[in-house]
């Protein structure tokens, strides 16, 4: 017997009363615990912004642009979040509301296709289904959301693509063919809200097609076909025609030509955080035989998403949250496995005493509430902190309307709260300088910035390549582009407005000084009270035997 077939489980009974009042009590578990205890009150974190100044523009009508009035560009990655987000502020709310409560309800969706799917499909008890979607209730995703990214909403067609996917395999073959159209279309919506989901879905649809039998296996892969390929083709033909280039603006930044291993360490680690528990379920699953089919149809594809990231580096990766979409898949999975991995244990235990049974299902109750504390712990230090781009970002704004404009390495909340038209010197929303490898002088003449802002590593002895610069994956040219700036700036007789300085790193403000408010705007900056992560930093000269050159 399989241990996804339903005929064996739950779709024999159903989803009773009970079932829907513990999902009852899911959802309201969630909104007290996201209202009680995170904080929606602050504004987006510094790369969910990016996204929110396209979902601005997509609502003023001005389409998928990062400045106004310039060609189209595909920088916001989470595609159908920025387009959601853009017709809810179209309707009225404000960007951070429109983003945060997206999230919210993606979130809050999530965990009840956990509970239900797992029960509905796998036949899960309900006490583990609630288990596990608990450990998501508590997990990073809220923090996602309070943050204002759109990862909940990925995480959400991740775990609708792959509840289809588990019905491609166990359902007989005309109904794996309907179930396999559904799952193309699926793998499409999700490769709109992250490219990488697309990849994801046909991880999942190729482990569970393989192991169906030989005899129906192309009837379903044409099916799947006939809904994948024309979703899939018209966006690609879209996408292309729209923005230029048949890939997303970050790709050209960041794949860099050359596998990236820190980034697939990374990955890895990220996953079996993310997992814990259940995915240690899982990995423990091909052990045995009775398990063996279940674990490896939700490892593959795990596996296999977890090795595509050693083609990109690792950068704007906050808090896992790249890996965060194969989460749901891991506690759906997860559960009936790990029952029936329980189930031969207390079998073999028959017999040696009700004692020993009792005291071993007290120890799986006190280690499925411990996971739970846990996760709940861990996720909770995941805080926003005010950092000072955002004052200086408003401090900006007054002068938005004079078509003004900034070059910074932190493209987040002062393009999106000053309004000035920007360059992102890093070159995610920058197509010319992701397809030129970088950032030059002579780019930076076509704009002759007003305000140039960069955010410079460094060590206490002043060697730029700081620990800091290499957790991010930034690399070395992380410090060219940082000393271009450095070098158009002072060439080119900009005032050193500040420089706010920590141990490893600091933020530096040069103003051109021949535009009629640049005193203003200098001295806007040197007053800003600037946090960063919590410190307050007052703006000085650059540290002694420190920061770029």
Known sequence: MRVHDPEAHALRRGLGVLDLACAALLVVMVLWYSFRFVSFSHYPEEDAAMLLRYSEHVAQGQ?????????????????????????????????????????????????????LGTRALSGGRRAAAAVSAAYLAVGPGLRYAAASYGTPLTALLALATWLVAMRVEVSPPQGAQDWARLLGACTALLG??????????????????????????????????????????????????????????????????????????????????????????LAAGPLFRRTRRASLVALVPVAAFGAIWVLVSDETNYFMRFRYPVLPLILVSAVPVGENLAEGVLRRLRGRGRVLRATLAA????????????????????????????????????????????????????????RWRAIDAWGLNDSWIAHHGGITEQYLDRYRPEVIMFHAYFTADGVEESSDIRERGLGPSWSAMVETLKRYAEQRGYVQAAVFARSTDAHYYYVRPDFPESEKVIGAIRATRYRWDGELLRPGPTPPGRGPG
């Open 363 to 418: 120890a799986v109750v006190s280690v499925a509430l411990g996971v739970v504390a846990v996760q709940e712990r861990h996720s909770a230090r995941i805080e926003p902190r005010r950092i000072g781009l955002y004052d200086v970002a408003l401090r900006l704004r007054p002068l938005s309307s004079r078509s003004y404009a900034l070059a910074t390495t932190e493209a987040g909340l002062l393009p999106l709260y000053s």
């Open 192 to 281: 709109m809200a992250r490219p990488e989901g697309a990849l994801l879905g046909l991880f999942c649809f190729a482990t569970v097609v393989l192991l169906r039998d030989r005899g129906d296996r192309n009837d379903v892969l044409k099916a799947f076909c006939s809904t994948f390929v024309p979703l899939g083709l018209v966006c690609f033909t879209w996408h292309w025609s729209y923005f230029g280039d048949p890939l997303p603006n970050p790709f050209y930044r960041k794949a860099g030509g050359a596998p990236h291993w820190h980034a697939l360490a990374r990955a890895v680690l990220n996953i079996a955080s993310l997992g814990g528990v259940f995915l240690a379920v």
């Open 63 to 115: 389409g998928v642009v990062w400045n106004v009035g310039e060609k189209p560009v595909d920088g916001a990655t989470d595609f159908l979040f920025m387009i959601v987000v853009g017709c809810l502020i179209r309707a009225g709310f404000s960007v951070t509301h429109a983003a945060q409560e997206t999230a919210l309800v993606c979130h809050t969706l999530t965990v009840l296709g956990i509970f």
